[in-house]
């Protein structure tokens, strides 16, 4: 017995936002400080590092759940499964559902119960729970999914990644750019084939890098508000590119792969100078050159942003639906899904198709 995927399904929010949005902004430091450099320029630099030209947010007359609800459902269609087959529920968020007008979170109820709702879900035994895990939520929750399966409490579970980082965001903070809404879903399914997940492994740290990224006040003192994204850039690349390569390596091991088994890579997507040391690193680890990632890595960053939580359900249901140029997946097709995020935390998931 395994579990796979059999549906997924994604939504790109409706509102494009292009770099050249954030010109008219006033930036500063995280101590206060107004940033001498003009807006244009600190746009193009942070551009040319994250490799960020344009993201999406949600409209603002919306709350969290029709996104939420619409990716959803296209994942249960391409499951070809009825909603009162599932087992569970599970969505991965950071913020509960951000209403429209206020700048307070809502996790109560919970988004699992708020989706189960929407989706007129009538089946009490299944069960509905939220995870608050940082970007690597979706794939944490996953690995749920696949031990409730493995354990025999489920035949099919819905799981979720829905980020609406824009009603988080400090306009005057630089890494206010970096961030963008969406919703990833996909359908798990209890099965007797040999392919589905293979392995997983995560780390939880949660020492001297606890406040890498966390929610506070405006960079400009002026401003009210207390729930506000920032993040200690440094000290996340150090973090992600240190050990995502070894959360993979475990998990390869775990799975009794090599890495030149893997067909490919679905990475967070945070910044594409961070992708490429992560593969960097990785390839040293184990021992194969910058050569054999070529192909292999898809990335989403560049007109999606960093969708969080979101990142990797969205990307993976734009390459099974053959939507992102040269990628798709094939019968026998060897993945490794790995995210990183706030906490800190890392995860990394081994799948054949």
């Known amino acids: 017995m395994n579990s796979i995927i059999t549906g997924t399904g994604s939504v790109l929010p409706a509102l494009v936002v292009l770099n050249s949005h954030f010109e008219t902004c006033e930036f500063y430091d995280k101590t206060g400080n107004k940033i001498e450099k003009s807006a244009a320029e600190i746009v193009a630099k942070l551009e040319a590092i994250t490799g960020i030209r344009e993201r999406r947010y949600i409209p603002f007359d919306e709350d969290s759940i029709p996104l ?184 390869l091991d775990k799975a009794n792969l090599d890495i030149r088994d893997v067909d490919l890579f679905l990475f967070h997507q945070a910044n594409a100078k961070m992708l490429e040391a992560i593969a960097k690193n990785l390839g040293e680890l184990c021992a194969v050159s910058a050569e054999f990632f070529a192909g292999k890595i898809p990335t989403t960053i560049e007109f999606l942003g960093n969708t969080s939580v979101a990142t990797i359900p969205t990307m993976l249901d734009l390459v099974r639906k053959k939507q992102l140029e040269g990628f798709e997946t094939k019968k026998g097709l060897i993945a490794v899904m790995a995210s990183v995020g706030a906490g800190m935390h890392c995860n990394s998931l081994i799948y054949q198709f």
């Not at 940082?134 to 980020?163: F, K, R, T």
Request: negative net charge; hydrophobic residues 40%; charged residues 20%.
């Open 68 to 251: 939420m609800t619409r990716a959803a459902q296209n994942a249960l269609d391409d499951a070809e499964i009825e909603v009162n087959r599932l087992s569970g529920i599970i969505v991965a968020h950071n913020a509960g559902n951000m209403l429209v007008g206020e700048t307070d979170f809502h996790p109560i109820p919970n988004l699992a119960a708020c989706l189960k709702n929407a989706l007129n879900c009538t089946n009490h035994e299944c069960f509905a729970y939220d995870i608050l895990f940082g970007c690597p939520g979706w794939l944490q929750a996953l690995i749920q999914a696949h031990q409730a399966i493995m354990c025999g409490d489920a035949e099919n579970i819905l799981v979720v990644g829905l980020e609406v980082a824009s009603r988080l965001l400090d306009p005057h903070d630089v890494d206010s750019m970096i961030l963008a809404d969406g919703c990833g879903a996909s359908v798990l399914s209890k099965s007797e084939a040999e392919a589905g997940i293979l392995s997983y492994a995560t780390y939880s740290h949660a020492e001297e890098d606890l406040g890498s990224i966390y929610l506070g006040k405006s960079c400009n003192k002026t401003v009210e508000g207390s729930c506000y994204f920032h993040m200690n850039g440094r000290e996340v690349y150090k973090y992600a590119t240190n050990w995502v390569p070894k959360i993979i390596k475990k998990s």
